[in-house]
């Protein structure tokens, strides 16, 4: 039984690899010749170079070449055409079909004639080149492109269809009315509405040209943008490239018959986008005159509208200019030009210089990178002040790094005031001891460690006042660079004292060691506050949670700030003793102790610590210092008043 199904099914498959082969080639052969029989046009369609477009409907006369993958109009103007307009026109002709068609001869042998079609005179004419796509060879005699003219007649009675004349006069086809539509196309359907084609990304130079004599010019080096003419500066990377983008967002508004009388006197604004091996220049004159006598003197939402043309091309139209990339163009050396200053990576900077010349005597101060191990990061490599004088060996100290990154941060935000920061380009000596630099209140050298691809380098920026010291100015290089105006809180912000950039960090107890003995006396009345002996067991806290508070503030001690000693006449009023034991584990235990001496709060919030531990250094104490004292300085205090 299994055999008997067996050979069936076998029987089965073998019939119909043999109908599969022996008839659907020729169902494909018949379907596809069929297909070839109702196609129009043949092989002159699939690779089209040229058209021509005539008739009532396209007045003038509309030509398109094609330019490599692009189309360009050049009559009546010369001016790249809409791909999706050009590519409908292209495939309706690849794809033209006829629903029938007869004879010429035949026509008029039954006393018809071509007029009676709408054919003689046609209602629209399109002549196209085409050249064979299978010739590579130039020379070849197939890749001379031929030329090919259809014409386009009445609709048939139903209005569905439409009469068509073949390239070679002697078939009339009827076709659909798509490849009228879509050779009816207005010049503005086929023509495309951009102006600058290269993108922000490809654009290498920008330049603009206000007059003969008056010219800006920018240049990308990698991923930069710089002045080179008038100046030599560097640019905004942001406000140049929106500028670009701005200028590529452009559309033309209309295109105008003839010269307007006011392109004819006035001298344009040159406005060109260099690319790879390509450039491309609008010349924008004067605003298009408005309704009334005078230009409207609201500004419409899309911006003024100019007449405008390209460069190397004739056909004039008008555009608009939207106000803030009008304000860029007319003020492009200053609304591009970079604000910032300096240009560094924090983490590039191996040492800072600082010094102040208005100062007698005044050392310059130092705050060098410490060398760490590779597996670091910039963020978290310590620093160290250095200060000496000359000839002798420089005196070194622990820096504070949140200090010193936020002194970078305030260095790389420096930039020209707003809106006219850009004081003067080539300063002559007498404007320069005007704006303080003859001794500058700030020299700042940032050096930049070398690296295997890049040497070592370094930045240099002076900044000057004024007589009353409410004005800051800034020049960074050379003595003949460029001046800045700056906010004056640049000096606020880099002071020359060691005291400004030193850890705040003061002592941090390690995790075996303990605080066994708090002593707190008031200096003025020799009254003991506070005498409290702590066991050194371990796990042993205190149950008092003010005192709690107190323990875990003198166990990792910082300062808020420090201040200059130097000429203080204070009178301390308290004595904190704190007694350590820092042993741990079987080894002995071995005390020690710490002295610190307090003043009375200032003004609320404020309370001054010295300590000889520390070198006699004075500094505030932490917010949160000051609020674990107050309990036990002031132990009855009922608080604020409860309303």
Same mark, same amino acid.
């Given at each position: 039984?299994?055999?008997?199904?067996?050979?069936?099914?076998l029987?089965?498959?073998?019939?119909?690899?043999f109908?599969?082969?022996?008839?659907?080639?020729?169902w494909?052969t018949?379907?596809a010749?069929?297909?070839?029989?109702r196609?129009?046009?043949?092989?002159?369609?699939?690779?089209?170079?040229?058209?021509?477009?005539?008739?009532?409907?396209?007045?003038?006369?509309?030509?398109l070449?094609?330019?490599?993958?692009?189309?360009?109009?050049?009559?009546?103007?010369?001016? /790249?055409?809409?791909?999706?307009?050009?590519q409908?026109?292209?495939?309706?002709?690849?794809?033209?079909d006829?629903? =029938?068609s007869f004879?010429?001869?035949e026509?008029i042998?039954?006393g018809q004639?071509?007029?009676?079609?709408g054919? #003689?005179p046609?209602?629209?004419?399109?002549?196209?080149?085409?050249?064979?796509?299978?010739?590579?060879?130039?020379?070849?005699?197939?890749?001379?492109?031929k030329?090919?003219?259809l014409?386009l007649?009445?609709?048939?009675k139903?209005?569905n269809?439409?009469?068509?004349?073949?390239? #070679?006069?002697?078939?009339?086809?009827?076709?659909?009315?798509s490849?009228?539509?879509s050779?009816?196309?207005?010049?503005d359907?086929?023509?495309?509405n =951009?102006i600058?084609?290269?993108?922000?990304?490809?654009?290498?130079s920008f330049?603009? %040209?206000?007059?003969?004599?008056?010219?800006?010019?920018?240049?990308r080096?990698g991923?930069?943008?710089?002045?080179e003419?008038?100046i030599?500066?560097r640019?905004?990377?942001?406000? =140049?490239?929106?500028?670009?983008?701005?200028?590529?967002?452009?559309r033309?508004?209309s295109?105008?018959?003839s010269?307007?009388?006011e392109?004819a006197?006035?001298?344009p604004?040159?406005?060109?986008?260099?690319?790879?091996?390509?450039s491309e220049?609008?010349?924008?004159?004067?605003?298009?005159?408005?309704?009334g006598?005078?230009?409207p003197?609201? =500004?419409?939402?899309?911006?003024?509208?100019?007449?405008?043309?390209?460069?190397k091309?004739?056909?004039?139209?008008t555009?608009?200019?939207?106000?803030?990339?009008?304000?860029?163009?007319? %003020?492009?050396?200053?609304?591009?030009?970079e604000?910032?200053l300096?240009e560094?990576?924090?983490?590039a900077?191996? %040492?800072?210089?600082l010094?102040d010349?208005s100062?007698?005597?005044?050392p310059e101060?130092?705050?060098?990178?410490?060398?760490?191990?590779?597996?670091?990061?910039?963020?978290?490599?310590?620093w160290?002040?250095?200060?000496? +004088?000359?000839?002798?060996?420089?005196?070194t100290?622990?820096?504070?790094?949140?200090?010193?990154?936020?002194?970078?941060?305030q260095? $790389?935000?420096?930039s020209?005031k707003e809106? #006219?920061?850009?004081?003067?380009?080539?300063?002559?000596k007498?404007?320069?001891?005007s704006w303080?630099?003859?001794?500058p209140?700030?020299?700042?050298?940032l050096?930049?460690?070398g690296?295997?691809?890049?040497?070592?380098s370094?930045?240099?920026?002076?900044i000057?006042v004024?007589?009353?010291?409410?004005h800051a100015?800034?020049?960074?290089?050379?003595?003949?660079?460029?001046?800045?105006?700056?906010?004056?809180?640049?000096?606020?912000a @880099?002071?020359?004292?060691?005291?400004a950039?030193?850890?705040?960090?003061?002592?941090?107890?390690?995790a075996?060691?303990?605080i066994?003995?708090?002593?707190?006396?008031d200096?003025?009345?020799?009254?003991?506050?506070? +005498?409290?002996?702590l066991? /050194?067991?371990?796990?042993?806290?205190?149950?008092?949670? $003010?005192?709690?508070?107190?323990?875990?503030?003198?166990?990792?001690?910082?300062?808020?700030?420090?201040?200059?000693?130097?000429?203080?006449?204070?009178?301390?009023?308290?004595?904190?003793?704190v007694?350590? @034991?820092?042993?741990?584990?079987? $080894?002995?235990?071995?005390?020690?102790?710490?002295?610190?001496?307090?003043?009375?709060r200032?003004?609320?919030?404020t309370?001054?610590?010295?300590?000889?531990?520390?070198?006699?250094?004075?500094?505030?104490?932490?917010q949160?210092?000051?609020?674990?004292?107050?309990?036990?300085?002031?132990?009855n205090?009922p608080?604020?008043?409860?309303?």
């Open positions: 039984m299994r055999t008997k199904v067996t050979l069936v099914l029987f089965l498959n073998v019939a119909v690899f109908f599969i082969f022996k008839f659907e080639p020729g494909r018949e379907h010749a069929q297909e070839a029989r196609r129009v046009l043949g092989s002159e369609a699939a690779n089209i170079q040229s058209l021509e477009i005539t008739g009532p409907a396209t007045t003038p006369a509309v030509n070449v094609r330019r490599g993958t692009a189309w360009y109009l050049t009559k009546p103007f010369d001016w /790249p055409a809409n791909p999706l307009a050009i409908r026109i292209v495939t309706d002709l690849l794809l033209l006829h629903e =029938t004879s010429v001869p026509l042998k039954n004639k071509l007029s009676d079609y054919l #003689d046609p209602a629209l004419t399109v002549t196209f080149s085409s050249a064979d796509p299978s010739a590579a060879n130039p020379a070849d005699p197939a890749a001379t492109p030329s090919f003219t014409r007649g009445n609709k048939t139903d209005g269809l439409l009469y068509l004349l073949s390239s #070679d006069g002697q078939s009339v086809h009827v076709v659909g009315h490849i009228a539509d050779l009816a196309q207005t010049i359907d086929l023509r495309s =951009t600058f084609t290269i993108p922000v990304f490809e654009v290498g330049n603009l %040209t206000a007059a003969a004599t008056t010219q800006i010019r920018l240049h080096t991923n930069r943008w710089s002045f003419a008038p030599q500066a640019a905004s990377k942001l406000d =140049t490239e929106l500028t670009i983008h701005a200028l590529n967002d452009l033309v508004k295109f105008l018959p010269t307007p009388p392109a006197t006035l001298q604004l040159r406005i060109s986008l260099e690319g790879n091996g390509r220049t609008l010349l924008l004159f004067a605003p298009v005159p408005g309704p006598p005078a230009q003197a609201a =500004t419409p939402p899309d911006g003024v509208e100019y007449y405008a043309r390209m460069d091309k004739d056909a004039f139209f555009v608009a200019i939207p106000a803030e990339l009008k304000r860029s163009l007319e %003020t492009a050396q200053v609304a591009l030009r604000r910032r300096l560094f990576e924090p983490r900077i191996s %040492t800072i210089s010094a010349a100062v007698p005597n005044q101060l130092r705050l060098q990178r410490l060398d760490v191990p590779a597996t670091a990061t910039a963020e978290s490599t310590p160290q002040i250095m200060q000496g +004088d000359a000839g002798q060996a420089p005196q100290q622990r820096a504070d790094l949140k200090t010193v990154q936020r002194l970078l941060e260095l $790389a935000l420096l020209a809106p #006219d920061g850009f004081l003067n380009d080539a300063p002559t007498p404007d320069l001891e303080g630099f003859n001794r209140v700030r020299t700042i050298v050096t930049l460690a690296s295997p691809t890049a040497p070592a370094s930045q240099t920026i002076r000057g004024s007589a009353d010291r409410s100015y800034a020049q960074v290089g050379a003595p003949e660079s460029s001046v800045y105006e700056v906010d004056p809180e640049i000096l606020a @880099t002071p020359v004292t060691p005291l950039y030193r850890d705040r960090l003061l002592r941090e107890l390690t075996g060691a303990q066994i003995g708090l002593k707190l006396t200096l003025t009345t020799q009254a003991v506050l506070l +005498d409290k002996t066991p /050194p067991a371990a796990g042993g806290q205190p149950a008092d949670a $003010a005192l709690q508070r107190l323990i875990d503030q003198l166990r990792v001690l910082r300062a808020k700030d420090f201040i200059e000693p130097a000429g203080i006449e204070r009178a301390w009023k308290y004595q904190l003793e007694t350590i @034991t820092l042993g741990g584990g079987s $080894a002995a235990a071995q005390p020690g102790s710490m002295k610190l001496l307090l003043s009375a200032l003004g609320g919030t309370q001054l610590a010295t300590s000889e531990e520390f070198g006699g250094a004075v500094w505030t104490l932490e949160s210092f000051t609020d674990a004292l107050w309990p036990l300085i002031y132990p205090d608080g604020p008043a409860k309303l």
